[in-house]
C-alpha cells in the first residue's frame, strides 16, 4: 500500500522567505513523487515530479524538491516566496505504470506582504 | 499531454436524483480514475476504470453509489446516485500518458451542489 503524510494543514511565510512544505511517503516499492499545486477555483497543476535518476528536481515557478530515500520523504521548498505563490500543496505518490495516484491531504500556503 | 474534457462543469441537484459526468480523452488510455475532492479537503481516490472490466472501487465507496462505465479506451462516465448534500463535492477524472505512466492529467472537474 502507498500513503502521503503532509504534516500541518498551512503554512505561512512573508514574502521573500523561505517556503518548505513537508511530505513523507509510505511505499513497498520505489516510488514515483509528485507535487501538484491547485489555486482557488482552478484545477490541478504539476508543479514537479520524481521518477528515477537524479533526486534533486527542478519544477516550475522556482519551485524544486529532493527525494530522499532514507527519510521517506520528498519535501517541496522555494528560495524566495511570491505573493503568487498562495494555494494548497499537494504531494502524491505513485508505485509504478497502471498504478493509482495518491494524494495526501494538503497544504494551504499563505504569503504574507 | 493528453487533454481530457469533462461534463457538466457545474450542476445543482436534488437530493435522491442522479447526475452522470462524463470524460472523453483525446487519446487511448489504459487506466481512467475519478476523483471526489470536498470543499476544502484533498483527492480521494473513487475508483479505477479499465476498459471492459469491472471498476475496482476504493475503500468506503460502492458500485451502486457511484456507477462507473468504461465502454472504450477513450471514455467514461460516472453516475453519482440517491444524492444527498454529503455528495457535495467536485469530481474530476484523471488518467496517465507518456513514459512509465507518470504524466497525469485530469478533466476540469464537475463542481456538484445538492440541494
Known amino acids: 500500500a502507498q500513503s502521503v503524510t503532509q504534516l500541518g494543514s498551512h503554512v505561512s511565510v512573508s514574502e521573500g522567505a523561505l517556503v518548505l512544505l513537508r511530505c513523507n511517503y509510505s511505499s513497498s516499492v520505489p516510488p514515483y513523487l509528485f507535487w501538484y499545486v491547485q489555486y482557488p477555483n482552478q484545477g490541478l497543476q504539476l508543479l514537479l515530479k520524481y521518477t528515477t535518476g537524479a533526486t534533486l528536481v527542478k519544477g516550475i515557478n522556482g519551485f524544486e524538491a529532493e527525494f530522499k530515500k532514507s527519510e521517506t520523504s520528498f519535501h517541496l521548498t522555494k528560495p524566495s516566496a511570491h505573493m503568487s505563490d498562495a494555494a494548497e500543496y499537494f504531494c502524491?505518490?505513485?508505485?509504478?505504470?497502471?498504478?493509482?495516484?495518491?494524494f495526501g491531504k494538503g497544504i494551504t500556503l499563505s504569503v504574507r506582504p | 499531454s493528453a487533454v481530457i474534457s469533462q461534463k457538466p462543469s457545474r450542476d445543482i441537484c436534488q437530493r435522491g436524483t442522479s447526475l452522470t459526468i462524463q470524460c472523453q480523452v483525446d487519446s487511448q488510455v489504459t487506466m481512467m480514475f475519478w476523483y471526489r475532492q470536498q470543499p476544502g479537503q484533498s483527492l480521494t481516490l473513487i475508483a479505477t476504470a479499465n476498459q471492459g472490466s469491472e471498476a475496482t472501487y476504493e475503500s468506503g465507496f460502492v458500485i451502486d453509489k457511484f456507477p462507473i462505465s468504461r465502454p472504450n479506451l477513450t471514455f467514461s462516465t460516472l453516475t453519482v446516485s440517491n444524492m444527498s448534500p454529503e455528495d457535495s463535492s467536485i469530481y474530476l477524472c484523471s488518467s496517465f500518458s507518456g513514459l512509465l505512466d507518470t504524466e497525469a492529467f485530469f478533466g476540469q472537474g464537475t463542481r456538484l451542489t445538492v440541494v
Open positions: 502524491a505518490v505513485k508505485t509504478g505504470a497502471n498504478s493509482k495516484l495518491t
